[in-house]
């Protein structure tokens, strides 16, 4: 076991090569360093020149890592560390898991994600190393697949309230240690995060919840609703008639316009994907009319979308899930909502809620956040002043808050989820309950018109690697699985004709091939032979037979 060169026709292939045995005693052949300068005979004993002597040695420390890692499960890590350090006279990476956050901010500095992004996945790790650090584990090469496979477990249990995650949550945290754990580890070093049997596992009433697509009447609908919210009506119209992502929408540049051959060309910023767009006519009249109107230098189609976008694009979700409601639920939108009574301050009642919420059975972890939140919340704080200062999303912070009405029964929080309200109205229009999950699932967003684009365009009968290619998507799979969901109701013509008479009860029609039922085709053929030129014993016949 060791390395070796290789050749291909006679010729040298210039990559070292190296084998070693796994931990289940399999022999493993894996790529090592480049091979550099000359080699002086066939065999690797043979030499070479300087360059090529410090090539084979750079091949010979990959192989002596890869060696002590296959043999870490047998052998103390510390012992394989030393014994590396020993025999390279280098050190091996082994970062101290206590500093996985700092290196994930390394990491994810100058990374094309949100904040909102960024400091969810550096929770992810925060709450990983804590876990790792007091389950006794230090350094990240000490983190094996059976330590991989117990913290999934773990995050299977319920929290505080009683909420356990979505196996899809569940992944997206697996994926993100995957990430960091290939920056932490020591070159060669496996990967426990990417190993096939660390598996996340699906519970029987975990359903998954996609976009729910328009139907054309719902299009209709949806473009009425947005009337009177011009910018919103005008990324809907885009996002519909495209199909793209609404960071694409919102940083649609004029450079990717032209209006002549009436086509988009973008790059998209999710996946860097180029697309090549037609332009249909809604959306054509959307921009003639933004182009006549645009200012000497604008470089966005939309550039009060994309100031949006960078610094409240929670309020194009917002105003968008706004529309939604409008189009599904006009009467209560547009309702002017009821003045709020005995609405008291929380400084006149704190001692009475503080006690109650300190009382009340919960996690010790739930119970300091919410008496901080609550604190925080009598002096006069706003929910952004309270996540600036605590980190804890605003949401969560309406939860609480809410939470400590509830045990106290004291009303201090101004209700604009109370029923009837215009946000009430809102999340029930757009969001659906769910056994597994800490929120609500969304159907109806922004992205939903992504999926109402691709499942029209498969409706009508566009092939799917045509939609790939419009849409910027790598493979059939990811467009099948979470972009057409077709309703039964929209095929049901096409299916009724398709199927044969003894499960339709219906015939094709003689003429023009229009699905009718027997009676019917029965007349339409009787009317038929009644307009053929026959006497009246040859029409009689043919009476009879039909």
């Known amino acids: 076991m060791g390395i070796e060169v290789r050749r291909e026709k006679g010729k040298l292939v210039r990559k070292w090569y190296g084998s070693y ?118 350094a990240a090469l000490e983190v094996d697949r059976k330590c991989a496979s117990a913290y999934l477990k773990m995050l299977y249990t319920a929290d505080d309230d009683g909420n356990l995650m979505t196996a899809s949550t569940i992944r997206r945290c697996k994926a993100v240690l995957g990430e960091i754990f290939d920056q932490a580890l020591p070159e060669g070093a496996p990967n426990p995060w990417r190993a096939k049997d660390v598996r996340v596992e699906v519970a029987d009433d975990d359903k998954e919840y996609n976009r729910v697509p328009l139907s054309p009447t719902e299009v209709v ?111 209560i939108v547009s309702a002017p909502q009821a003045e709020e009574k005995d609405l008291e301050r929380l400084a006149d009642v704190f001692d009475a809620v503080y006690k109650a919420v300190s009382k009340a059975s919960m996690g010790d972890s739930k119970r300091t956040k919410l008496l901080d939140v609550l604190s925080r919340y009598s002096q006069g704080q706003s929910y952004r002043v309270i996540k600036e200062a605590t980190g804890i999303h605003k949401a969560s912070i309406s939860e609480f808050l809410h939470k400590a009405e509830e045990l106290s029964g004291h009303h201090f929080v101004k209700d604009a989820r109370k029923k009837g309200g215009v946000k009430e109205a809102i999340r029930s229009a757009t969001r659906v309950s769910r056994t597994m999950g800490n929120r609500k699932a969304s159907i109806y967003d922004f992205h939903a018109l992504r999926t109402t684009f691709v499942t029209l365009a498969l409706s009508a009968g566009i092939g799917v690697e045509i939609l790939k290619a419009l849409t910027g998507h790598a493979t059939v799979e990811i467009v099948m699985r979470h972009y057409f969901k077709p309703k039964g109701s929209d095929f049901e013509k096409q299916l009724s004709a398709a199927m044969p008479a003894s499960l339709t009860l219906k015939k094709k029609s003689i003429a023009l091939g229009e699905t009718k039922s027997i009676g019917e085709n029965v007349s339409a053929v009787l009317h038929l032979v009644n307009s053929l030129k026959l006497n009246d014993e040859e029409r009689q016949q043919v009476r009879e037979l039909i």
């Open 21 to 138: 045995v796994d931990e289940a005693g399999k022999r493993k052949v894996v790529p090592l360093a480049s091979i550099r300068g000359n080699m002086y005979g066939e065999k690797v004993s043979d030499g070479g020149d300087a360059e090529f002597l410090a090539s084979r040695k750079e091949a010979e420390d990959a192989m002596l890592r890869l060696r002590l890692v296959a043999q870490s499960g047998r052998i103390d890590k510390k012992t394989a560390l030393t014994l590396y350090n020993v025999r390279t006279g280098t050190k091996m990476l082994a970062t101290d898991l206590a500093k996985l956050p700092e290196l994930s901010d390394k990491y994810e500095s100058g990374r094309r994600i949100t904040n909102e992004w960024k400091s969810w996945k550096r929770k992810v790790i925060v709450d990983f190393s804590v876990w790792a650090v007091s389950n006794k584990y230090k």
């Open 221 to 331: 609908a949806v473009l009425k609703a947005a009337e009177g919210d011009g910018l919103i009506h005008d990324l809907i119209a885009c996002a519909l008639s495209t199909g793209l992502r609404r960071g694409d929408v919102c940083r649609l540049k004029w450079s990717c316009v032209n209006l002549k051959e009436k086509r988009l060309t973008l790059t998209t910023h999710k996946t860097g994907a180029e697309l090549c767009l037609p332009i249909l006519p809604l959306f054509l009249g959307v921009l003639v009319r933004r182009n006549k109107e645009a200012q000497k230098g604008d470089v966005f189609v939309f550039p009060e979308a994309e100031e949006l976008l960078r610094n409240h694009r929670f309020q194009i979700t917002w105003r968008v899930k706004k529309i939604f409601a409008m189009a599904f639920s006009p009467k």
